[in-house]
T-cell receptor, first 114, second 114 residues
């Protein structure tokens, strides 16, 4: 069965430090992968997505992610974290060829210390 | 970008009563909307897919008679939790499909059943 694993439940980084959030997936076919961010009182916002092509994808807010098929991973990175980046981050994979339904990981809570 | 709203943002109801949650696409039409449920520290779980003008498709394990979904127009889908029980307390999130692999999410509705 398809699944998404985010190994880190909670991560704290210092403002200005680099960030990497891990995501591993289990999916038989070519995956369609997404990273979303959820802030309190806000809906999930799409940071970036990978469908095919260049395995390093750029997103909004200075985020990027790299698809590594050999490791079944799609880790999210940011070179310098800002206090406003504190939020819940979800990795997701499209469920089927139509890409309509999403399976989400359990999320990683990011805290930013000053 | 596309905006999805939910109303109410928070609702408290008594056990045995029904409560309706609205999901609206504000500046676009959505033939397909999705309803998710999010438990504390858990990922989003897809409950059902709502298609305008037709019956919703429920995921395995979701009681269609308890969670009534109506998608009467291209901008509105409603989720009615019937005969609510405390275990139905949760965070309910809707999303609207804008493209094959893209969904915009509402801010969510916190339901508390007392």
């Amino acid at each position: 069965a398809q699944s998404v694993t985010q190994p880190d439940i909670h991560i704290t980084v210092s403002e200005g430090a680099s960030l990497e959030l891990r995501c591993n997936y289990s999916y038989g076919a070519t995956p369609y992968l997404f990273w979303y961010v959820q802030s309190p009182g806000q809906g999930l916002q799409l940071l970036l997505k990978y469908f095919s092509g260049d395995t390093l994808v750029q997103g909004i807010k200075g985020f990027e992610a790299e698809f590594k098929r050999s490791q079944s991973s799609f880790n999210l990175r940011k070179p310098s974290v800002h206090w406003s980046d504190a939020a819940e981050y979800f990795c997701a994979v499209a469920l089927n060829q139509a890409g309509t339904a999403l399976i989400f990981g359990k999320g990683t809570t990011l805290s930013v210390s000053s | 970008g596309a905006v999805v709203s939910q109303h109410p943002s928070r609702v408290i109801c008594k056990s045995g009563t029904s409560v309706k949650i609205e999901c609206r696409s504000l500046d676009f039409q959505a033939t397909t909307m999705f309803w998710y449920r999010q438990f504390p520290k858990k990922s989003l779980m897809l409950m059902a897919t709502s298609n305008e003008g037709s019956k919703a498709t429920y995921e395995q394990g979701v009681e269609k008679d308890k969670f009534l979904i109506n998608h009467a127009s291209l901008t509105l889908s409603t989720l009615t939790v019937t005969s609510a029980h405390p275990e139905d307390s949760s965070f309910y999130i809707c999303s609207a499909k804008v493209a094959t692999y893209e969904q915009y999410f509402g801010p969510g509705t916190r339901l508390t059943v007392t």
